[in-house]
């Protein structure tokens, strides 16, 4: 089994430490090129914009969006999330146009009121996850077909899945807790026996 | 219950912003330029520090407006610089939503002997080194990201290599030596003995570090990224260059692919003019930047 990490900028090295500590192969992913024979795919937190820019300009939009049609499991995780979503509240940001959310970015504001709070999520079980949001985006409206994950206190979504996408608001990446990092690879695993198939 | 402001907040930020070029801007139209170009974050400026150079004088923090209108235009993190050791801006700073503060010695400092205590603010502080002792003598204070300061606005990559360079050769020595060599290591550093073992027991610095200070060209950034930074800052080098937009968009390329010398060749062509350089031994050492703070 084989991840890549989109590693154009922001916090790659997290997800390939957090990956690596639990005994799989992951590799930074630049170029077309790099993204051939994953079994999954991460898109780390950084800066949405700056992210897209790079991934348009080394042509690597078209190539993402046949990687997650072919049922490779992909999850994004704060900005990784803005890329995964069809639709970005008040902004004509080009994304990757792959699930059926529509996303506000910096949604709680600026960093002064970026925070960290535990959330229940039953499908990892267990206690709760604590989790890191800074700048985070919020997904203010789901399509059919996707299913909410996690919530605020307040209600406001911030995991969904679809199929083989996870779509994460806050930072996985940032804790010691491999429980979200375990759940994608039981996706990938997953999608493996079913494309072997 | 949620937890604001906490160091993990702080820390994580400027994780985010690795891998990335954060662009010195003076309005909103530059600061518009820097986004669409791949920036990660802009620092909303006054006068780039080529122009504080020229102008000499007493350098403050950038009147409100400027930084308030770049705020409005931009949706990546806004920076802003205070003097050093003068926690009144900063409070006025955070008080105005940055998204981080630069305790900078490209203004002049307000304090001789001390910085700001930055662990009792939400908002986090990024702080200029030129060593290992200097970048944990900031961390201490609170600083929760740190930038080799190289020389500002002289377009001279000589002096931001010389402080990275330093930074690491510091870190690789610290994580050779016996334990019972740590605590004169830290002496001689003169930086707090707990953060030393920390760096000694993970072979890098808590906190993210970038490199600053004299960058202008695609291959300087791929340069500084090569010695061991994690992303960039830009000041004078784009928009004091012939063609800003073609040239921030160059350096964004050249610090993701900076291990790809045919990439930074690619983006490296037509560029037109770099900012103007300065040869550091011309400068009378009372104007040198890199030696204010402590």
Redo the contacts between chains.
Sequence with gaps: MKIGILALQGAFIEHLHTLRSLGVEAVEVRTTTELTGLDGLIIPGGESTAILKLARHYHMIKPLQEMAKAGIPIMGTCAGMVLLANKVTESDLQTLCLMDIEVRRNASGRQVDSFETDLAIPDIGGEPFHAVFIRAPYIKHLGAGVETLARLDDGTVVAVRKGNLLALAFHPELGHDTRLHEYFLKMVRASKKEIAR | ??????W??KT??A??????VIMDVINAEQAKIA???????VMALERVPSDIRAAGGVARMADLTIIENIMKVV???VMAKCRIGHFVEARVL?AL????IDESEVLTPADEAHHVWKHDF???FVCGCRNLGEALRRVGEGAAMIRTKGEAGTGNVVEAVRHMRTVMDDIRRLAALPQEEIPAFAKEIQAPLDLVIEVHNTGKLPVVNFAAGGIATPADAALMMHLGAEGVFVGSGIFKSSNPSARA?AI??AT??YK?ALIIAEVSKDLGEAMPGLEISKIPPQELLAGRGW
Excluded: N, R, W
Aim: one cysteine or more; charged letters at 30%.
């Design positions: 219950m949620q937890e604001t402001g906490t993990k907040l994580g930020l994780q985010m912003l690795k891998g990335g986004e669409d170009a791949g920036a990660c974050s949706t990546i993190p955070e939503g940055v998204d981080y939400k908002v986090p968009k964004v390329k993701t692919h790809d």
